[in-house]
């Protein structure tokens, strides 16, 4: 199967690869989330397609496999775990023209029903190589509770003109272009990514450092602040890393 996925005329035939070039993970996540903005996909499905995307690469072993497929094919199914169903035709489409910048839409035609039973026989592949799981938490709801609780605690007027949640919430998108996003739980993401809003903003919560019981600590057991700055200096570290990736044209 999997030979049948690297090497299939299909998968040629849709010049879905750029021959000659490897592209990175980061670059691939870029992809994922500029299609999964032109599907309206939801911000869960683009988190649970990066992380279906890594847990792939992590598990196949193998170098061979077309990233742009995998990559159409990790948002497809991500749309299935989250119940955010994105058409296998739209997908496609999209997936496709991002690629292939001057091509047309595909018809109903030979190039398009290749391709699609490309995208069938990868998600099954993918499906078996991750021992069908492919559900994952994400720090997103953590950071919506988690937020909402601190600001009824402090009771700053800040929060109603400075977008520490937009902020918080660019942080943890942000940093699914790192794989290191699966390494942390979620709630430490959640806690991280407010805790550098703050420091961005200059907000303190009141009485924080005469408190036996830190924010971050009432809200998370485990948590103290060596590991909210392991966190942090993750996601500033990711920032890093775009300088690094040359643009596609």
Not at 30 to 59: D, H, P, Q, W
Not at 117 to 144: A, Q
Request: proline content about 3%; some cysteine.
């Amino acid at each position: 199967m999997a030979a049948d996925v690297r090497q299939s005329p299909s998968a040629r035939k849709a010049n879905v690869s750029t021959k000659g070039t490897t592209k990175s993970h980061f670059e691939m996540i870029k992809f994922i989330m500029e299609a999964g903005c032109k599907l309206n996909a939801s911000s869960l499905t683009v988190a649970s397609a990066s992380c279906i995307y890594y847990r792939f690469y992590e598990n196949a072993g193998n170098c061979d496999y077309d990233q742009y497929l995998v990559a159409s094919v990790s948002l497809y199914l991500a749309g299935k775990v989250e119940e955010n169903h994105l058409k296998i035709r739209d997908v496609i489409n999209v997936c496709h023209r991002m690629v292939n910048r001057n091509s047309d839409t595909l018809g109903y035609g030979e190039e398009y029903f290749d391709l699609r039973d490309s995208f069938v026989h990868l998600e099954l592949l993918m499906l078996r190589v991750l021992n069908f799981k492919v559900n994952f938490s994400h720090p997103h709801k953590y950071l919506l509770h988690y937020f909402f609780s601190v600001s009824r605690w402090s009771c700053l007027g800040v929060f109603q003109y400075l977008p520490v949640l937009r902020t918080s919430w660019a942080f943890i998108q942000d940093l699914l272009h790192d794989p290191s996003y699966l390494k942390f739980k979620p709630q430490h993401l959640a806690v991280g990514a407010i805790y550098l809003a703050f420091q961005c903003y200059g907000i303190v919560v009141p009485y924080d450092n005469e408190a036996q019981t830190r924010w971050f600590q009432a809200l998370v057991d485990d948590l103290d602040e060596d590991k909210v700055w392991s966190v942090v200096e993750t996601i500033i570290k990711n920032y890093e890393h775009e300088t690094l990736v040359p643009q596609r044209s």
